[in-house]
């Protein structure tokens, strides 16, 4: 797939794929996109590579999930989190609070978590193969 083919009425998440922690992530999303809103791409993926350059994110400076909207924005760190939750229901506004606090400040929590992801949570030998059923929410 290339970066023209990615469908403009959807977000595409962009995730560790052999992160657990960030696995159900994206499992609790997808139980939780009651609009069917989200798309997903792992970052280790061809296409999750592609889609990187394309908006001129370094993959060595990216640590866990990036939110792209195509022809619109993207996200990254606790903002791209924040982005999320917005298009999820119910309790998960609440998470809306947080952006009261600065960046910077949010980022700090953020990057303290992804740093120790795989030492809380471990890691996949590889990528998750969704099951057919989800299949056509992955991109790659």
């Excluded at 139980?31 to 908006?55: C, M, P, T, Y």
């Excluded at 400040?105 to 890691?123: E, M, P, Q, S, T």
Aim: glycine share 4%; hydrophobic share 40%.
């Amino acid at each position: 797939m290339e970066i023209s083919d990615l469908p403009i009425d959807k977000k595409i998440i962009l995730f560790d794929g052999v992160c657990n922690l960030c696995n159900a992530s994206v499992q609790y999303v997808i139980k939780h996109d009651k609009k069917d809103v989200f798309r997903f791409v792992s970052l280790q993926s061809e296409l999750g590579q592609k889609i990187l350059k394309h908006i001129g994110i370094a993959d060595k400076n990216i640590d866990s999930i990036v939110l792209y909207q195509p022809g619109i924005a993207y996200y990254y760190k606790s903002t791209a989190i924040i982005e999320i939750t917005k298009s999820l229901q119910g309790f998960f506004n609440y998470g809306l609070l947080f952006r009261i606090l600065p960046t910077p400040l949010r980022d700090i929590v953020y990057d303290y978590i992804a740093k120790n992801r795989y030492h809380w949570y471990g890691k996949k030998e590889s990528c998750m193969i969704p099951t057919p059923e989800l299949k056509a929410k992955f991109l790659a």
